[in-house]
């Protein structure tokens, strides 16, 4: 899956793709992200990327110029939809992330800034707009890191057993309802004991008691 990462501010991924699962999925080939920063498609002679909002209103916009230039140029070599996020969007789901990690190989992901960006820009190259929750941010950044995140997980090889994304909360498996409680060792923590059937080896048993702790 390739994710190309459209924002201001690029430094501010480095640390979070790099370790980790997603960072082994980059070095197995399982995950190929770019980032690439708007600002250097501006044609402002300052590399201004902000203006005014026709109307007045508080705070500034993005303006068209650098963003259709940049998603333009970014589309040479992805042909994959242009994903905005924005808490206008529609909610991402465990569903939808599992759609797009199975009907696409790449995407590009579109990080707005100060109160967001030209509508024509929406009108003209976005395909999705997508919201990680009812409240707002200083930007896309951490939306993106986290529809990347949820996408790759649906990804063959990225978590090691394919099975893990199948069973997690909000799965079909588990038909939409959140994980039951997990244990490990010791079996006693501070007067707290493992619930005796997860100890008891009889599978049957422990697959009636996690069906009936799901949430």
Same mark, same amino acid.
């Given at each position: 899956?390739?994710?190309?990462?459209?924002?201001?501010? *690029?430094?501010?991924?480095?640390? %979070?793709?790099?370790?980790?699962?997603?960072?082994?999925a980059q070095d197995e080939s399982l995950?190929?992200?770019?980032?690439? +920063?708007?600002?250097?498609?501006? #044609?402002?002679?300052? #590399?201004?990327? =902000? =203006? !005014? *909002?026709? /109307?007045?209103?508080?705070?500034?916009?993005?303006?068209?110029? @650098?963003? %259709?230039?940049?998603? &333009?140029?970014?589309? $040479? $070599?992805?042909?994959?939809?242009?994903?905005?996020? !924005?808490?206008?969007?529609?909610?991402?789901?465990?569903?939808?992330?599992?759609?797009?990690?199975?009907?696409? +190989?790449?995407?590009?992901?579109?990080? /707005?800034?100060?109160?967001?960006?030209?509508?024509?820009?929406?009108?003209?190259? &976005?395909?999705?707009?997508?919201?990680?929750?009812?409240?707002?941010? !200083?930007?896309?950044?951490? @939306?993106?890191?986290?529809?990347?995140?949820?996408?790759?997980?649906?990804? @063959?090889?990225?978590?090691? =057993? =394919? +099975?893990s994304a199948e069973e997690d909360s909000?799965?079909?498996?588990?038909?939409?309802? $959140?994980?039951? *409680?997990?244990? !490990?060792?010791?079996?006693?923590?501070?007067?707290?004991?493992?619930?005796?059937?997860?100890?008891?080896?009889?599978?049957? $048993?422990?697959?009636?008691?996690?069906?009936?702790?799901?949430?």
């Amino acid at each position: 899956m390739r994710f190309d990462i459209l924002t201001l501010f *690029p430094e501010m991924f480095s640390s %979070y793709f790099n370790e980790s699962i997603l960072k082994r999925a980059q070095d197995e080939s399982l995950l190929d992200i770019h980032l690439h +920063d708007i600002r250097k498609f501006s #044609k402002n002679k300052h #590399k201004k990327v =902000d =203006d !005014t *909002p026709y /109307g007045g209103g508080a705070g500034m916009l993005m303006t068209p110029q @650098p963003l %259709y230039d940049c998603i &333009v140029s970014v589309k $040479k $070599k992805n042909k994959g939809p242009v994903i905005f996020m !924005t808490p206008q969007g529609s909610k991402l789901t465990h569903t939808r992330a599992r759609r797009f990690a199975r009907t696409n +190989d790449s995407l590009i992901l579109l990080c /707005g800034r100060y109160e967001g960006i030209d509508q024509r820009i929406r009108d003209l190259l &976005v395909d999705y707009e997508l919201s990680i929750g009812d409240y707002v941010l !200083t930007g896309g950044e951490l @939306p993106a890191m986290v529809f990347a995140d949820a996408v790759s997980r649906f990804i @063959p090889g990225v978590l090691g =057993d =394919d +099975d893990s994304a199948e069973e997690d909360s909000f799965s079909r498996r588990l038909g939409g309802r $959140k994980e039951y *409680p997990h244990y !490990t060792k010791p079996a006693k923590f501070k007067g707290l004991e493992v619930p005796e059937v997860l100890r008891s080896g009889n599978h049957a $048993k422990i697959e009636k008691w996690r069906k009936k702790h799901l949430k």
